[in-house]
């Protein structure tokens, strides 16, 4: 199994240099996990080390494509508070 | 009786002989320090009100990785119509930031201080930012080179930071408090673990407490930062102004939260508000007695360069760089002459207004006791009032009081760029700016147009168009003289009388 960066990746770098497989990479548009290389961080850390550090809610996914960091997980913000907000500010 | 202006002891100044250029500064930030400590500072522009119209600074944006997540950054933000930290907009590798830096020195002299803020964590991206400041202290000798962090990784760091020529770091703490810092720490990654609330924050505030202890010891200065953040940590912040000044910190900047919903940070959408002007500088004003406070700070983005709070870096975009030829060994002689020439103009000024410091104040000499006014000021430099009040960005504010004058803060006139309250058919940008004057008495001012004068008059601001090209004490005290020469603050203080009775 292995791990996958999506498009709402910001290129902060702070995943590549933890990966144990070096197998983060610098691809465009956004940096690329080789799912060759990916283990999962399994027998080096608990946690899947990218997925950790990561500050944006929903740009790793998993093995089943599900988002290891799902919103509101690591900003605190409500969902339903940030949609409630969000359509305000479109509103004005 | 007399009125000095404060910050200037004249006492070091006949020992000392007024020989060290930092004789005589009008920062009262500055004016408590020790003179090696001055002597350090005296051409920063971050660390002086007065350096910072003769001196520019910088940061590359080498540093994207953070280890942390405060609550008022998100980490996705990048927009270059704003100017707030950790907004960056040009991602540069340690070779292009020495190039951008060699570029920008070459072509703005002035500048002399280049800093690592981000838009992540400087610490957090060691290698680039050590490669960075490697190249600098061997290729621009000339620069004095600093950064900021929020402390998570300084202790290991420290070591290598001594290494570099680097004589200033900032650390950002808002905290001594673990319960209070898990309300503006979401979490932090420590030891390969994203650590959550209360555990996170206390092992931030241990590992900040401890690097700021290691870095005094290795004599080096630290400034630290704090963001006021009403409801959260506002009345914290005084304890944490003594824990950090006891520990060897040489200065504290408190600053505003700037939190708007549209910025997406937990703060702005949360509708978690920002302190007014008086809050700030109320909690400033308490602070003071423990710890030097910074009261200039134009809170830059992680990529900004030129003169504090003007941004020149769309002229240094890293095509318009790479089109230029930079022969640096040629740009630091003529750099080293023209700050030698600044160096020259701000001694003569300083002098001459330490010579003017004592101002009689005979005439009024009735024995009362009269309230201290805000006023403020409309200047582009130089020490003097010689700006349009329309064409002012920001205001410097002044206190005048029976103590004499002190510079207080800046304001910004025209606002963040906040999509709303300013641009559409709400309020009027002059109605705005009144606004930020709130507070202030008078406005001092080289010219005036009739519409802002009657709606400043309205708001109870008195326009001042009488001292320009005066210098800003000299003219701030002036105008306080006429205030209790005509009565204006008796009216007021028999009027609270009659109110009270």
């Known amino acids: ?92 | 009786m007399e009125l000095k202006v404060l910050g200037q002891d004249e006492t070091t100044t006949v020992e000392k002989g007024c020989s060290a250029s930092s004789c005589g500064s009008n920062d009262d930030q500055l004016s408590h320090l020790p003179d090696d400590i001055r002597e350090k500072v005296h051409n920063h522009p971050c660390y002086s009100e007065d350096a910072h119209h003769y001196f520019a600074r910088m940061h590359v944006a080498v540093a994207p990785a953070c280890n942390i997540q405060c609550h008022y950054c998100n980490r996705k933000y990048d927009c270059s119509n704003e100017s707030r930290p950790g907004v960056v907009s040009e991602l540069l590798t340690p070779e292009q930031a020495v190039k951008k830096v060699k570029a920008v020195a070459a072509n703005i002299p002035q500048m002399t201080v280049l800093g690592i803020a981000g838009p992540g964590d400087p610490l957090a991206n060691l290698d680039r930012t050590f490669d960075t400041f490697r190249m600098l202290s061997e290729q621009t000798p000339d620069i004095k080179l600093c950064v900021s962090t929020n402390g998570l990784a300084l202790p290991e760091a420290v070591e290598e930071l001594s290494k570099h020529n680097i004589d200033h770091v900032t650390i950002t703490i808002n905290t001594v408090d673990p319960e209070i810092g898990a309300k503006i720490y979401p979490w932090i990654f420590w030891n390969n673990r994203r650590i959550k609330g209360v555990k996170g924050a206390k092992i931030l505030i241990e590992q900040q407490q401890k690097g700021l202890q290691m870095l005094v010891d290795k004599g080096i200065l630290v400034k630290v930062n704090s963001v006021m953040i009403p409801g959260v940590n506002e009345e914290h912040l005084q304890e944490v102004s003594k824990v950090v000044k006891q520990k060897g910190a040489f200065l504290h900047n408190v600053m505003p939260l700037i939190a708007e919903a549209e910025h997406g940070t937990f703060y702005g959408v949360m509708g978690q508000r920002s302190p007014n002007a008086k809050e700030l500088q109320d909690l400033q004003d308490a602070c003071s007695g423990d710890m030097n406070m910074m009261r200039h700070c134009r809170q830059c983005r992680a990529d900004a360069v030129g003169l504090l709070g003007e941004d020149r870096g769309d002229e240094f975009t890293m095509d318009k760089i790479e089109a230029m030829d930079i022969d640096y060994n040629a740009a630091m002689v003529k750099r080293a002459a023209i700050h030698e020439g600044i160096k020259q103009e701000l001694d003569a000024k300083r002098a001459e207004s330490s010579e003017k410091n004592i101002v009689p104040l005979e005439s009024i000499a009735d024995g009362k006791e009269y309230r201290p006014v805000l006023m403020a000021v409309a200047t582009s430099g130089g020490g003097v009032i010689n700006q349009h009040f329309g064409h002012a960005k920001e205001f410097l504010i002044y206190e005048a009081s029976m103590e004499g004058v002190r510079f207080i803060s800046h304001r910004k006139a025209d606002q963040y760029c906040e999509g709303n309250v300013s641009c559409g058919d709400g309020e009027s940008i002059l109605s705005l700016t009144i606004k930020t004057l709130e507070g202030c008495e008078a406005v001092l001012c080289s010219k005036i147009g009739y519409e802002p004068w009657d709606l400043l008059e309205e708001a109870g601001i008195v326009p001042n168009g009488d001292h320009a090209m005066e210098a800003i004490e000299d003219a701030v005290l002036a105008v306080y003289q006429e205030m209790i020469a005509n009565g204006k603050l008796d009216e007021e203080a028999a009027a609270v009388a009659e109110a009270g009775a």
């Not at chain 1, 770098?13 to 996990?33: G, H, K, Q, R, V």
């Not at chain 1, 283990?39 to 850390?45: I, L, S, W």
């Open chain 1, 1 to 92: 199994m292995s791990l996958e960066i999506i498009e709402s990746c910001v290129n902060c770098w702070a995943c590549e240099p933890l990966c144990p497989n070096d197998a983060i990479y610098e691809a465009s548009p956004t940096l690329m996990i080789d799912p060759v290389k990916c283990t999962e961080c399994e027998g080096d850390f608990s946690d899947p080390q990218c997925a950790t550090i990561c500050p944006i809610e929903g740009a790793i996914l998993d093995g089943f494509g599900e988002e290891i960091n799902p919103p509101g997980s690591l900003t605190g913000i409500p969902p339903e508070k940030m949609t409630e907000v969000m359509a305000e500010i479109q509103a004005r």
